[in-house]
Each structure stands twice: as structure tokens, then as C-alpha cells.
């Protein structure tokens, strides 16, 4: 299995992953044009994808929906909550938009897929967790907390992208608005980074070995500052040597689950 993130942040998000003849996209949250020049730049067109599995409906996932599903007859998969709102925004996913029950395990070609609930501030919000049979990867973001049903379906898995979206700090001092602040800093918000660190160190312990700091903010954290507070907190616990990267916003960073070094396109 492999797994390439496209953009990772709140301008956009989209990941491919690959196993065997199987190619899904995780939500996407950026425009055609760039996903079928990131798709190219890993060997395929939007033809080839099997499947694009979508976490919620805020822009930043479905940005290039409407598009993709204008010009493509690729299936779309989303959780039922999810899926009426869909259906209710772009009348172009009639007939392609497929529901699908939460923690319930589909098979997709080569890859099996589970989507399980995230709590975050919409109608309704999943991560997914991957498995090809020999390692599992699962993608978990947009998240205020985590819950202990987030913790049983990251935990084992080879490879994880999880939020590290904000330093509490630069939040409290920065340029937002009040309602906005308290928003990210709720239970149903985003992780910071020492969230983020907490949970890293966890699954490190129950075997995690590659690990991906997504949803990174802009305006109140840095790549650096993520990748440094996770750093540190896995190298206090013992867990110094697993592989970690901080996603970028934009530009591919691929991850062949399952081998310790990654390689960045």
C-alpha cells in the first residue's frame, strides 16, 4: 500500500492511496486541475481511481467535487449524514454518490475501507482506516478530541495521518475572532499540537511507525512547531526512531506503508 497526500490544511485536503490495481481519493478539497496534475505526477489520471471517499462536506474536502464528477463516473462514498447533504449541494452526485453505514468494513477492489466517526463541528464527520490485507493505514482529521472510538480504530494501524492543526498559544494571541477561537479549542474543533503529541505517542506505543501531521493551520501554527512538539514527545517516550513528517499544504509526500523511510515526490 501507498499512500500520497495532495494537500493537507485548511485551504484544501486530498490524499491518494494505492494497493495493488486499487487507487481511492480521500476527500477532495482542491481543484480538478490539481488533482489531475498531482494524480499525473504519481502515474495515473482521474480515470484510474476506483473510488473517492469523503470525510465531511466543509469546502476544504469537496472543493473539487463538482468537477470531478462533471467529467469523471468515478463512485463517491460518504457516510449517510454526509451523503443528503451532498446530494442536496451538487445534483451532479445523483447516481454516484454511494451511502455508506459508519463501522462497517466495505471491500473495494484491492483495499477494504472503514469509516468511523470523528467529532467535529458539522451534522457529521469520519476518518477512514485502510487495509490491504498485509498493512492499514488510516486517516484521521478534523477532530476536537479523541474519542476512545477514534483511539480503537487508529490504533495498530502501520501508518496514520492525524491532526496537528494549531499551537494553543498562537491561537490564543492571534488575529481570530473570539467565536472562532473558542470554536478550534472545542471538543468538536481541531487538535493542537500537543493533542496531536499525546495521541502520536500512544499509538506508538501499540506499534505505529509512520506518522503524519495533517491539517497543519496557517495563521496559527507552523510545520515546524508541529513536527518539533511531536518530535520531542516521541523521543521522551522512547519512540525517537519512528518515521514522522509534517504534510505539506500543498505538493505531494508519499508514504510506502510499511517501510520505515518514505519517499517525497
Known amino acids: 500500500m501507498e499512500v500520497t497526500t495532495f494537500a493537507s490544511g485548511s485551504s484544501g485536503n486530498c490524499a491518494l492511496v494505492t494497493a495493488g490495481e486499487t487507487r481511492l481519493l480521500i476527500d477532495a478539497g482542491i481543484s480538478f486541475l490539481k488533482i489531475r496534475q498531482y494524480l499525473g505526477m504519481n502515474g495515473c489520471t482521474p480515470e484510474d481511481i476506483d ?37 442536496g449541494m451538487l445534483p451532479e452526485s445523483d447516481g454516484k454518490l454511494n451511502p455508506i453505514p459508519v463501522e462497517t468494513e466495505i471491500t473495494l477492489g484491492d483495499l477494504r475501507f472503514t469509516a468511523f466517526p470523528t467529532p467535529h463541528d458539522t451534522p457529521q464527520s469520519v476518518g477512514y482506516r485502510l487495509e490491504d490485507g498485509t498493512h492499514t493505514f488510516c486517516l484521521c482529521t478534523d477532530l476536537g478530541h479523541v474519542t476512545d472510538v477514534v483511539l480503537d480504530y487508529l490504533t495498530d494501524a502501520d501508518a496514520v495521518v492525524i491532526e496537528a492543526n494549531h499551537d494553543e498559544e498562537m491561537l490564543k494571541l492571534g488575529p481570530y475572532p473570539v467565536p472562532l477561537k473558542r470554536r478550534i479549542l472545542s471538543d468538536n474543533g481541531h487538535l493542537s499540537n500537543h493533542a496531536c503529541a499525546r495521541l502520536a505517542v500512544t499509538l506508538a506505543e501499540h506499534g505505529t511507525e509512520q ?12 510545520p515546524r512547531l508541529a513536527y518539533d512538539t511531536v518530535a520531542e514527545a516521541l523521543n521522551r517516550s ?12 500543498e505538493g505531494c509526500l508519499t508514504i510506502p506503508v510499511g517501510r520505515r523511510t518514505p519517499c517525497s515526490r
Open 51 to 87: 473510488g473517492i471517499l469523503i470525510t465531511h462536506e466543509h469546502s476544504d474536502h469537496i472543493r473539487g467535487l463538482k468537477t470531478l464528477l462533471k467529467r469523471t463516473d468515478i463512485p463517491l462514498f460518504a457516510p449517510r449524514t454526509v451523503a443528503s447533504r451532498l446530494w
Open 211 to 222: 506518522f503524519v501531521l495533517g491539517h497543519i493551520s496557517k495563521e496559527n501554527n507552523t
Open 238 to 249: 522512547g519512540h525517537g526512531d519512528t518515521y514522522l513528517a509534517a504534510a505539506p499544504a
